[in-house]
Structure formats: C-alpha cells, structure tokens
C-alpha cells in the first residue's frame, strides 16, 4: 500500500490487531487516516470478544497515532444504506 494518503478500513486494522504486523510495515504513506465509524466498528468487535479491555486499549493506541475522519449525515446515510444492502446478500 503505497500512496500519499492512506485511509485505514476495519479488516486491515482488526487483522493488525490480531498480529499481522506485516501489514503495518507494508503500508508506506505521508498521511494515514481512520474513519470514525471504523473505529466504532472496531469497539463493536471488541466488546464481543473474550479481552475487552486489552482490546479497547489496542484500539486506543492505534487510533492515538493516526488522525480519525468525522463524517457528516450524508455520509452516515450513505454508509447505513449500503451496510445494509451488504448485510442483505
């Protein structure tokens, strides 16, 4: 992964999270950044999982070290819509 900017999606973080350390060195970029409703996907994960605190702490360090992109409603509705017509497949 190789650009100027790079927007980091729930699998790459939660797969990072999981020890696949390989993906950090891979990702080469002058600005990184994490949507706002990827993080809440990732807490999602987190309270479903047998390490709930180790896992909230994970996702506060990465999310400390990269900028975190807010969205507006347009693309909140956008995102719901097509959740849902994944989800429906």
């Not at 990184?32 to 990827?38: K, L, R, S, T």
């Not at 409603?73 to 994944?86: C, V």
């Amino acid at each position: 992964m190789i650009g100027n900017k790079v927007l980091l999606d729930t699998n790459i973080i939660a797969a990072w999270l999981n020890g696949e350390k390989n993906l950090a060195d891979k990702i080469e970029a002058n600005e990184i950044y994490i949507p706002i409703f990827v993080l809440g996907e990732l807490y999602y994960g987190a309270q479903y999982s047998k390490n709930i605190q180790a896992n909230v702490n994970n996702i506060k360090e990465i999310s400390n070290q990269y900028q975190t992109l807010n969205t507006d409603d347009d693309t909140a509705t956008a995102y719901g819509i097509i959740k849902a017509s994944l989800r429906k497949r």
